[in-house]
């Protein structure tokens, strides 16, 4: 079955992936219109495009990440907008800050529950459609993300654009908070599926090596040759793309987990949270 191409779709395609336009256009073809598909047929054609990833919704809006004073919960909250104008408004950001600092500390089980809590005489789903009417914008809280551990901290990076929380298995103390603040700049900056590998899901592994093994056997290497190596390009997504074996953006010579243990020798990161904005 054919299916037609729309220049929307090419266009939408370039933005996810970088990828040139007649390449997208021949991806989404190949691909029956499957934007999943389409990416996957880019990077088995050798396309450095980024492993799929679930942090980025919100085209506009402000991301704000707080921890309560105990320093050991922590929430995200992304309320949304139609346009940079109104997410760079005072006013729009002391509003987000007001609502993050109230699921913080009502620590609600989701969205819903957030909208339904008191808020200046009113309650937060009441207050968002009160801003929705003042500023003629859509205007919505689209993520809430909780971190519990024995310490969390909490970071918000570039104006609002991304908020990271950071849960760490030893209680709070200055050099534990100094290494989560690290650590959080590090997830801000390197974007990292998850802790190590065992937080790689079993689909996404499995579509990694298959991805890895047809590039390898594209460039003429026989099957069984194409496993093994395979298997090897999987130690390098795995160290590329989970936190603890990362290189530490503050010294290329450690790991991240290298690093924890500089400053605990049990030290870990047990759990982070990170959303963007874009």
Known sequence: MSVTVTAADVNKLRQQTGAGMMDCRKALAESEGDFEKAIDYLRKKGQKVAANRSDREAKEGVVVAKSNAQGNYGIIITISSETDFVSKNEEF?????????????????????????????????EKLMEMVAKIGEKIDVTRYEQVNSDCVVAYIHGNYRIGVLVGLNKTESEAVITAGRDVAMQIAAMNPLAVDENGISEEMIAREKAIATEQIIAEGKPADMAEKIAAGKMGKFFKENTLLPQAFVKDNGKSVADYLKSVDSSLTVVSFRRVAIG
Do not use: C, Q
């Open 93 to 125: 950001v002391a509003f987000a800050n007001d609502v993050a600092l109230i699921a913080l500390n009502n620590m609600p089980s989701d969205i819903d529950a957030l909208k339904a809590l008191p808020m200046a005489s009113a309650t937060v789903g």
